[in-house]
């Protein structure tokens, strides 16, 4: 063992021994008694001052590896969550229904961010033929949004989903006059429209869009999931294009 990671291992000791002031005896045969703790304590704090650029090594270490874990954990969590929202037919789409370029949006209708980037979604849609934008409904600020992705999703069941999608993300805000407003507009069955929003369906989307968000470890609309990356908050146009590019290229 060369001298430096012997002095690595003595602070990684550090942690175990001033951590922790006792171990408890139903936990470990033979614990230390005070004096060899206190033996201990003394190698190791004067290998620490011996070697002060060893601790700040060995930290930053242990920083990397937790990034990297927790790197790898998310990667993991995009690709389990990614696969099951693709396969799910109960939702919205924009641009090419059988497009192999994939990108979900997390959205509330009442996030001024989210109707931001409805425009820009619109204009990548015509830029990119191959995009499928698949629309999750996750109401996250209140009553009308839910009221709002209820009535966004029973658009569905009339294949008036994109119309009404298009319509309510005009108005200024999201609310029972503006999502009726909004259903006129898209030509569709107010009444019917209204009897749908109860549906089974339309609740498990959203209970799945907050276990979604939940897993992946998301806390705001809008954010984007493309391949597996992961981006929150309002993007440029060119930003959500070259991520496109990045995913269109990668595949």
């Not at 939702?91 to 001024?112: R, S």
């Not at 996250?140 to 999608?165: M, V």
């Amino acid at each position: 063992m060369s001298p430096k990671s012997a002095v690595r291992l003595l602070v990684i000791s550090v942690w175990a021994v001033m951590s922790v002031p006792f171990i408890a005896a139903a936990q470990q045969s033979t614990p230390l008694n005070q004096t060899e703790e206190e033996a201990i304590r003394t190698l190791i704090l004067q290998t620490i001052r011996e070697n002060p650029g060893v601790l700040m090594e060995t930290l930053l270490a242990f920083q990397e590896e937790a990034q990297a874990e927790a790197q790898a954990e998310q990667i993991a969590a995009i690709e389990r969550v990614s696969d099951l929202l693709q396969s799910d037919t109960n939702a919205g789409v924009m641009g090419n229904p059988d497009g192999e370029l994939v990108l979900i949006e997390f959205f509330d209708y009442n996030c001024p961010y989210c109707r931001a980037a409805a425009p820009i979604l619109f204009e990548l849609i015509k830029d990119n033929p191959e995009l499928r934008i698949i629309m999750r409904e996750w109401p996250i600020l209140g009553p009308d949004s839910e009221l709002a992705a209820r009535a966004s999703l029973a658009a569905l069941k009339q294949d008036g989903f994109a119309s009404f999608h298009e319509a309510l993300m005009a108005q200024p805000r999201a609310n029972s006059v503006m999502i009726q407003r909004a259903a006129e507009q898209a030509g569709l069955d107010y009444a019917r429209l209204q009897a749908d929003m109860k549906a089974a369906d339309i609740t498990a989307h959203i209970e799945a869009s907050h276990q979604a968000a939940a897993e992946l470890g998301i806390s705001g609309t809008p954010t984007f999931l493309i391949g597996k990356t992961l981006v929150p908050g309002l993007l440029e146009k060119a930003d959500l294009q070259a991520l496109i590019s990045e995913a269109e290229n990668a595949d």
